[in-house]
T-cell receptor, first 112, second 113 residues
Framework: KNQVEQSPQSLIILEGKNCTLQ??????????LRWYKQDTGRGPVSLTIMTFSENTKSNGRYTATLDADTKQSSLHITASQLSDSASYICVVSPSNDYKLSFGAGTTVTVRA | DAGITQSPRHKVTETGTPVTLRCHQT?????MYWYRQDPGHGLRLIHYSYGVKDTDKGEVSDGYSVSRSKTEDFLLTLESATSSQTSVYFCAINRQGANSPLHFGNGTRLTVT
């Protein structure tokens, strides 16, 4: 069973609007949580990385939050642009293993 | 991604044939990984390497082998390709140690007919 679940599977938003993506995980013990952006036909690119002690991390218009107690993270995209159209992947790193757990991703489509 | 080159980018092969995918890095990093990505699944680790001639299995290693004879090259071999190995394969490196973010190549799309 996948230990990282993302929702929604896909969403469509209008340019300039905000959106929030969700990530729930069961990985334990937990070291850090990462969000990646993957453009079509390209490899994933790191957006943010948060340790268990961090609640929020920003990278431009992307803001990630983490609640280690409930094992939930979210990625908020502010004032979306056409270039934000991509798949966003949540990745959890356990503290006792090198193997990362990847979510299946949320596909975001931004329309003009 | 600058520094990581995967080849070929696309390949179509027949069931039962051997296939080798190449990952080349120009940055002399120790850790290299092979993942596969399939619709509806997260990226899954096939094999990884922590140095020249030092490799280990990931969660989906059956049917795959790897070799690393030089720091810059990490090869993934499908000894006898099957249709279930149709996938997109990504190579990745750690630029700042095992717990740093992964940096991925742009993938190889493999189709086994």
């Amino acid at each position: 069973k996948n230990q990282v679940e993302q929702s929604p599977q896909s969403l469509i938003i209008l340019e300039g609007k905000n959106c929030t993506l969700q990530c729930n995980y069961t990985v334990s013990p937990f070291s850090n949580l990462r969000w990646y952006k993957q453009d079509t036909g390209r490899g994933p690119v790191s957006l943010t990385i948060m340790t268990f002690s961090e609640n929020t991390k920003s990278n431009g218009r992307y803001t990630a939050t983490l609640d280690a107690d409930t094992k939930q993270s979210s990625l908020h995209i502010t004032a979306s642009q056409l270039s934000d159209s991509a798949s966003y992947i949540c990745v959890v790193s356990p503290s006792n293993d090198y193997k990362l757990s990847f979510g299946a991703g949320t596909t975001v489509t931004v329309r003009a | 991604d600058a520094g990581i080159t995967q080849s070929p980018r696309h390949k179509v092969t027949e069931t039962g044939t051997p296939v080798t995918l190449r990952c080349h890095q120009t940055e002399n990093h120790r850790y290299m990984y092979w993942y596969r990505q399939d619709p509806g699944h997260g990226l899954r680790l096939i094999h990884y390497s922590y140095g020249v001639k030092d490799t280990d299995k990931g969660e989906v290693s059956d049917g795959y082998s790897v070799s690393r004879s030089k720091t810059e090259d990490f090869l993934l071999t499908l000894e006898s390709a099957t249709s279930s190995q149709t996938s997109v394969y990504f190579c990745a490196i750690n630029r700042q140690g095992a717990n740093s973010p992964l940096h991925f190549g742009n993938g190889t799309r493999l189709t086994v007919t």
